[in-house]
């Protein structure tokens, strides 16, 4: 649908109290309390890691904390896409239920349906320097269109970007940069029998809100580690 999407589960009563993290780094939307602060890539993902009720300390909530762990550079290159389309020609019309539901309740206007709903993208990993330097990039898009049930548009985009740098140049010291950044546009929001073209959305970047971690460890003999 191109919109965001709430869980709850053991030990959380509702969304209000979800942890969202990526690569460790919480990033739940200020704004939104319990909510993802953007949309995502999801080829960009290695693997998620899910805490529910009875978590440690190190948890700040009691709800669901989810940790999005993406994917990062190595000594072998790699590469990955995809591409998937849902068409209109996939979908029902249900033409003549509409037409009878429309004669039976005069508030009925009509169904949501797809237009064409398309998810692509594509991922590359590799070494900078072999076994000291390893860069990982991924882009992927979201471009959702369906239609209201006033007969109008009811489209998303959703394109988002990230990449991983990793050094390592002694065996005691390892540097991460990472950035992350999703757009989105909308057309439709808010739709009603006043207004049913709707709205547009849009972000205040061309490229979205970005999400930015710098991270430096570092070794210190067999006791210290920073």
């Known amino acids: 649908s191109g919109q965001q999407s709430s869980y709850v589960a053991r030990g959380s009563s509702g969304y209000g109290n979800n942890v969202w993290a990526m690569d460790g780094i919480v990033i739940t939307d200020p704004a939104a309390i319990g909510a993802s602060p953007s949309y995502y890539d999801f080829d960009a993902f290695e693997e998620m890691q ?8 190190t948890v700040q909530t009691g709800g669901v904390a989810l940790n999005m762990v993406t994917h990062r550079g190595s000594n072998k290159i790699s590469l990955g896409g995809r591409f998937y389309v849902t068409d209109s020609k996939f979908q029902a019309k249900n033409a003549d239920f509409v037409a009878e539901k ?3 309740e005069p508030y009925f206007y009509g169904l949501n349906l797809i237009n064409q709903n398309k998810d692509f993208g594509f991922n590359l990993g590799g070494p900078l320097v072999k076994d000291k330097a390893w860069l990982w990039a991924s882009y ?7 239609t209201t ?6 489209d998303t985009l959703l394109t988002n970007y990230a990449a991983k740098l990793n050094i390592q140049i002694v065996p005691e010291n390892r540097f991460e940069a990472f950035i992350h950044s999703g757009a989105k546009e909308k057309w439709g929001r808010s739709t009603s029998t006043a207004n049913p073209e709707g709205l547009y ?12 971690k710098f991270q430096d460890e570092h070794m210190f003999g067999d006791a210290l580690f920073v």
Do not use: M, N
Not at 149 to 154: E, F, G, L, M, N
């Open 140 to 146: 992927g898009v979201q471009d959702i269109k369906t």
């Open 102 to 104: 429309k004669l039976e």
């Open 50 to 57: 899910i805490t529910v009720g009875g978590a440690d300390v």
């Open 201 to 212: 959305q849009g972000g205040r970047y061309h490229f979205g809100s970005p999400i930015i």
């Open 149 to 154: 049930v006033y007969a109008t548009r009811d």
